[in-house]
């Protein structure tokens, strides 16, 4: 055992927040990560962590030991990959989080061709609605639609999320149709809701914008179902275009009060500031940038 593995599984352990998920995210025996970080300890003449049954905190020598090691271990990362052959092939696991319809219905393609372009890359994806932490469950990169207020992340901007409002022609037939954004008051919403509160957003284009408390039909956390029952004719429904796209195309849902749609989000790739990217990371984010562009397919 090196010393460099002693640093590398004590930052692991410190970014998983205990030795067990340490273990877990390293493909180890917890007994294994335990005896690096006392011969860690042994050899500094220190003591790194605070251990208890459940997590681990830093002393402060071992958070003066961690902010190095991060520092190292990432300058060690970048000068094997400027070294590496820059036409050698992608290979290795990456770990990726991604919301949950936008990863089925767009992730799913673009990660097939993805890997057809690179087999020795395998993919370890977590689909979910939620921000997950990256650090603590060893994900190198997760796909996020938001706007970004975490200072702990690096990203990268793939696409732009833009949001339409729509109904099917039955509902609007026997409930009409809204012009204006206090007309919304009047019908059955259809919210999206994963913590937010049923507030809906709507700018009009010339700078103005609205923001409505209304009092939804219905309420999930799933774009996919939402969509569903707005084409069934059960209200009204804000949703990114990248989920309605289709049924608008076929006429199942209709588009509108296009003077107020609400405020377009981003699609970003991000990343922990205290992780190198590795060159698969970079070579996944570079191909759905170019894949989805500024103007994605499902808006045209």
Known sequence: MTAF???????????????????????MAKSGVSRR?????????????????????????????YEGAVKLLSDVAELDAVVADSEASLKGRLRLAAPLSFGLCHLTP??????????EVMIDLDFSDRQVDLVAQGIDLAVRIAELRDSSLKARRICPIRFMLCASPAYL??????????????????????????????????????????KPQLVANNGDFLCDMAIAGHGIIL????????????????????????????????????????????????????RFGENPYWDQ
Do not use: C
Request: glycine share 8%; aromatic share 8%.
């Open 37 to 65: 970080l006392a011969d860690l300890e042994s050899r500094l003449g220190v003591r790194l962590l605070n251990r208890t049954t459940r997590r681990s905190s830093l002393t402060d020598a071992g958070r003066t030991y």
């Open 5 to 27: 593995d002693e640093m590398s599984s004590f930052v692991r352990v410190v970014e998983a927040g205990s030795i067990s998920k340490a273990a877990e995210q390293l493909g």
């Open 173 to 214: 037939e026997h409930h009409g149709t809204p012009r204006t954004p206090e007309g919304l008051a009047k019908h059955h919403v259809l919210h999206y809701d994963i913590g937010g509160g049923p507030v809906l957003r709507l700018a009009d284009g010339r700078g103005g914008e609205q923001q409505l408390h209304v």
């Open 239 to 290: 949703t990114p275009t990248f989920i309605a796209w289709q049924a608008v195309a076929m006429g199942e849902l209709m588009p509108l009060m296009r003077d107020w749609w609400p405020p377009p989000l981003n699609a970003y790739a991000v990343y922990p500031q205290t992780r190198y990217l590795s060159r698969r990371a970079r070579g996944f984010i570079d191909f759905l940038a170019e």
């Open 110 to 119: 673009a990660i097939e061709e993805f890997m057809k372009a690179h087999p």
